[in-house]
Every structure is written in structure tokens, then in C-alpha cells.
């Protein structure tokens, strides 16, 4: 099989191809033949060595990569032999074994899937299912007027797919509108340009970039407007105070804390997003690498130059 190592914290040259004997799958588990690895912002704060939130570090070495689908080509003990050859997806957990032809997982923690679109499937297991999570907090209603600052994103772009949906109105921004030449949206605005968000009137602001973006964002809500923040790939998320929310009359939440704390409630999500996949509700869109080029896709994600959601092919 091939893999990505890394064994030391740093830029994206730390992330090393190898190759290594094929996984054996252990009691109640299959082995998947990778198809499709999801690749997230995060994992390069991981690789660097920063932690985002409350969760640790991984330990070194290790396989980056959360989230993969393919097809499962062998199975361990208690495992009912009709799993092979079906094509599924799972989440594997914090920097778990993603980038690589072969993962191993726990037969209760996949989903099967009806078609092998792997790619996509890869970005509904868990960019869609922290979609839906935000638009449950949001609770979007066809008189909307929805800012995404984070529109050319994978998970902004599942966000402005569901608020037309709704009914809502969108408000797309990045950083660059070329960025947003393919992403449907009422109107698209270049965050990196000032006073970008003069003149906007959103009612609801669903903000991943946190930072002075976010900052100028929140400004631009009008009375009663709602503000759910679920990132910052600025580094810092956006800043508000008592004032803010009182002169203004805002609701605000944040994302996190109400999906890890609830049992059971991620996978009710990761079901409820491959469906509206498979419903035709949600078009995911998706950038390839192929899985030998991980340091090159970490390069672009950091530079931003990637559009929709990066995925790696082994």
C-alpha cells in the first residue's frame, strides 16, 4: 500500500510518500480500498504543530486524514462476507489514517452508498454533515438574507446550495472573486477589498473565517440579525462584545460545542447529508490532488488557492 508519513511537526515538505504492507483487518472491522481521502484546513494546522480548539496534537508519526471512500476488499473476524466489494464511506476520527490506499475501520462506522462517486462522498461524510449542523443552528427561512464568508469553500458552497433551498437569499464571499466565478449567489463580494462589506444587509451571517472578515461581517447584520460562526481560517475567531449583541438585539452561536457534546448526533448528520446527496440537494464541489502530491495540496489550501473541497486520489 501507499502512504503518507509524517514524523515531525513543520511545513509541507514534513509530509512523506511511502510504501507499506497491506492492513489486516482485526475483529469487526474491514480494510476499504481507498478511492478518495477529504483533505481539510485543519490538517495543516495539525501538520504544523498548532492545535485549534480542545483537541490534542496527534502523536508522532502519523497518517493525516479523516475521512475516506472506497470499496471494502477484505474483512476480519465477525465481519459477514457480503461487505466485500460494497462501496462505502466513513469518517476515521482526528488525523486517523486518511492519506493512504488502504484504511482499516470499524464495520458499525460506515455508511454504504448507492453509487461511487467516491469524491463527493468523501465531502458529505464531513464537510456536509458540519453543513447541516450549522443549518440547524441558523434556521434559515425564506426571508433571509444569507452572508457566507467562506462561499468558495467546500463547506460554503454546501451552505449557499441549502440556503437557496430555503428560500433565502445569498450573499457569497471570498477571497477573490474569481473564486466565486461558478458558486450561485444574488451577490459576490472580495473580502480582501475595503469596506467590502458596506452597503450588505444580511439578516444571518455564517461565518468559517473569523478575524477582521468576521468582524466586518457581524458589523453589517441589522437588527435581529443571527451570527453562527463554526471557523476561523483567519487563525482568531471573530471578536464581539456584550455591546454588540444588546445594541443590535443579535443572536450568536457557536458550532462546536453543540455537535460534540450530543451522543450520537454527528452520525445522525453524516446519514442525514449523504441522503440529501443522494436526493440531488446537495452538489458538492470538488478539487483533486493526487495522493503522492499531499505537500502540494497543503501548499494550495494554504494559499488559498483551491476552490470547493480538496481531495486526495491514491
Same mark, same amino acid.
Given at each position: 500500500m501507499h502512504l503518507i508519513r509524517q514524523y515531525e511537526f513543520g511545513g509541507p515538505e514534513t509530509l512523506v510518500v511511502e510504501t507499506a504492507d497491506d492492513l489486516t483487518p482485526g475483529e469487526g472491522q474491514v480494510r476499504i480500498a481507498v478511492s478518495a481521502a477529504g483533505v481539510h484546513l485543519i490538517d495543516t494546522y495539525i501538520r504544523r504543530g498548532e492545535r485549534m480548539g480542545a483537541l490534542p496534537l496527534p502523536e508522532l508519526p502519523m497518517t493525516p486524514g479523516r475521512e475516506v471512500a472506497g470499496t471494502v476488499d477484505a474483512v476480519g473476524p465477525g465481519v459477514p462476507a457480503e461487505w466485500i466489494g460494497a462501496p462505502v464511506v466513513v469518517h476515521l476520527g482526528q488525523a486517523n489514517g486518511g492519506y493512504a490506499s488502504q484504511a482499516v475501520a470499524n464495520v458499525a462506522d460506515l455508511f454504504r452508498l448507492s453509487h461511487d462517486r467516491f469524491d463527493e462522498a468523501v465531502v458529505m461524510v464531513g464537510t456536509g454533515r458540519t453543513a447541516l449542523g450549522v443549518l440547524e443552528v441558523a434556521d434559515l427561512t425564506a426571508g433571509d438574507v444569507v452572508l457566507v464568508t467562506s462561499a468558495a469553500g467546500g463547506l460554503g458552497i454546501l451552505l449557499g446550495q441549502a440556503a437557496h433551498h430555503a428560500g433565502a437569499s445569498v450573499i457569497a464571499a471570498a477571497g477573490g472573486v474569481h473564486k466565486l466565478a461558478n458558486i450561485d449567489a444574488e451577490v459576490k463580494v472580495d473580502y480582501r477589498e475595503p469596506g467590502w462589506a458596506s452597503g !450588505?444587509?444580511?439578516?444571518?451571517? #455564517?461565518?468559517?473565517? $473569523?478575524?477582521?472578515? %468576521?468582524?466586518?461581517?457581524?458589523?453589517? !447584520?441589522?437588527?435581529?440579525?443571527? #451570527?453562527?460562526?463554526? $471557523?476561523?481560517?483567519? %487563525?482568531?475567531?471573530?471578536?464581539?462584545?456584550?455591546?454588540?449583541?444588546?445594541?443590535?438585539?443579535?443572536?450568536?452561536?457557536a458550532l462546536g460545542p453543540r455537535l460534540i457534546h450530543r451522543p450520537g448526533k454527528l452520525r445522525e448528520l453524516a446519514e442525514q447529508s449523504l441522503a440529501e446527496h443522494a436526493a440531488g440537494r446537495f452538489a458538492p464541489v470538488t478539487q483533486h490532488f493526487p495522493l503522492a502530491e499531499a505537500a502540494a495540496c497543503h501548499r494550495a489550501i494554504e494559499m488559498r488557492a483551491t476552490v470547493g473541497k480538496t481531495v486526495l486520489i491514491p
Amino acid at each position: 500500500m501507499h502512504l503518507i508519513r509524517q514524523y515531525e511537526f513543520g511545513g509541507p515538505e514534513t509530509l512523506v510518500v511511502e510504501t507499506a504492507d497491506d492492513l489486516t483487518p482485526g475483529e469487526g472491522q474491514v480494510r476499504i480500498a481507498v478511492s478518495a481521502a477529504g483533505v481539510h484546513l485543519i490538517d495543516t494546522y495539525i501538520r504544523r504543530g498548532e492545535r485549534m480548539g480542545a483537541l490534542p496534537l496527534p502523536e508522532l508519526p502519523m497518517t493525516p486524514g479523516r475521512e475516506v471512500a472506497g470499496t471494502v476488499d477484505a474483512v476480519g473476524p465477525g465481519v459477514p462476507a457480503e461487505w466485500i466489494g460494497a462501496p462505502v464511506v466513513v469518517h476515521l476520527g482526528q488525523a486517523n489514517g486518511g492519506y493512504a490506499s488502504q484504511a482499516v475501520a470499524n464495520v458499525a462506522d460506515l455508511f454504504r452508498l448507492s453509487h461511487d462517486r467516491f469524491d463527493e462522498a468523501v465531502v458529505m461524510v464531513g464537510t456536509g454533515r458540519t453543513a447541516l449542523g450549522v443549518l440547524e443552528v441558523a434556521d434559515l427561512t425564506a426571508g433571509d438574507v444569507v452572508l457566507v464568508t467562506s462561499a468558495a469553500g467546500g463547506l460554503g458552497i454546501l451552505l449557499g446550495q441549502a440556503a437557496h433551498h430555503a428560500g433565502a437569499s445569498v450573499i457569497a464571499a471570498a477571497g477573490g472573486v474569481h473564486k466565486l466565478a461558478n458558486i450561485d449567489a444574488e451577490v459576490k463580494v472580495d473580502y480582501r477589498e475595503p469596506g467590502w462589506a458596506s452597503g !450588505l444587509e444580511p439578516t444571518v451571517v #455564517l461565518d468559517g473565517v $473569523g478575524g477582521a472578515v %468576521g468582524r466586518e461581517a457581524l458589523e453589517a !447584520l441589522g437588527v435581529g440579525g443571527r #451570527l453562527v460562526i463554526f $471557523g476561523w481560517s483567519s %487563525g482568531t475567531p471573530t471578536e464581539f462584545t456584550n455591546t454588540d449583541v444588546l445594541r443590535k438585539g443579535l443572536s450568536i452561536a457557536a458550532l462546536g460545542p453543540r455537535l460534540i457534546h450530543r451522543p450520537g448526533k454527528l452520525r445522525e448528520l453524516a446519514e442525514q447529508s449523504l441522503a440529501e446527496h443522494a436526493a440531488g440537494r446537495f452538489a458538492p464541489v470538488t478539487q483533486h490532488f493526487p495522493l503522492a502530491e499531499a505537500a502540494a495540496c497543503h501548499r494550495a489550501i494554504e494559499m488559498r488557492a483551491t476552490v470547493g473541497k480538496t481531495v486526495l486520489i491514491p
